[in-house]
């Protein structure tokens, strides 16, 4: 089974593989309902209109069982379509997941023409807020330096082509999310993701303030001026292990 769906969930499964408001993945749903089969995490920088126009793409196809991961590489690759293998599932739906909401704040930068450096900033400071979250859950760091994190952010971040990039750009451009979702085609899966990431990281205490400001921007609490501004006037600290 290979999944590519993208999203967050608490988990509410009357199964003892799941703890109550533990982290729940779209593979960790197919896996419980199929425990014996094995399950495919597929995912990278794969905008789908470029896919479908046969433009050069690669991806990684990630999961506990190897051999499972082998033979989806050998059916997806092809002279368009470049296909890697990774043993860390859960990092690899992890970068497809929580990049989409950096994707809310990207787009919200790009529309309020803030510039290269503060999307550089954006875009480096968020990889390191998937990072922190993603290996508190359990996942490799290295996996977010790979296709299916850093280069699935850069794909998603800079592209029109996103449509979570498309729901920032025009928050900032001054219109209001209903009035986005009901012009929208697809699904814009980085607003429920980050209405969850909050709620799986405030016991922790881990440290989103990106994915804060973007869940804050999308209940309308504050306008996207406010959100950057209060993304530049946090506490000066290091660089590292924050």
Known sequence: MVTATKG????????????????VTPSQLWQAAFP???????????????IQQGLPAATVVASTNMAAATTVQSAFTSTSFRVYTNPDPLGVELGGTLKNVIA????????????????????????????????YWGAQAATFQGLSGLGDLLATCNSPLSRNYQIGYQL????????????????????NTSRVLMQLTSEPNITVPISYQVVRLLAGEISPQAAVAALMLRDVKPEYGS
């Open 8 to 23: 967050l969930d608490i988990a509410d499964l009357p199964t003892p593989a799941f703890n109550a408001h533990a982290l």
């Open 172 to 191: 900032a451009q001054g219109q209001d999310l209903a009035q986005i979702l009901s012009h929208l085609q697809g699904t814009a899966e980085g607003i």
């Open 104 to 135: 809310i704040a990207a787009g919200t930068c790009d529309g309020l023409q803030l510039g290269t450096n503060a999307k550089a900033a954006l875009v480096t400071r968020g990889l390191a807020e998937m990072i922190r979250v993603g290996t």
């Open 36 to 50: 014996h089969q094995g399950v495919v995490v597929l995912s990278g920088p794969n905008l789908a209109k470029e």
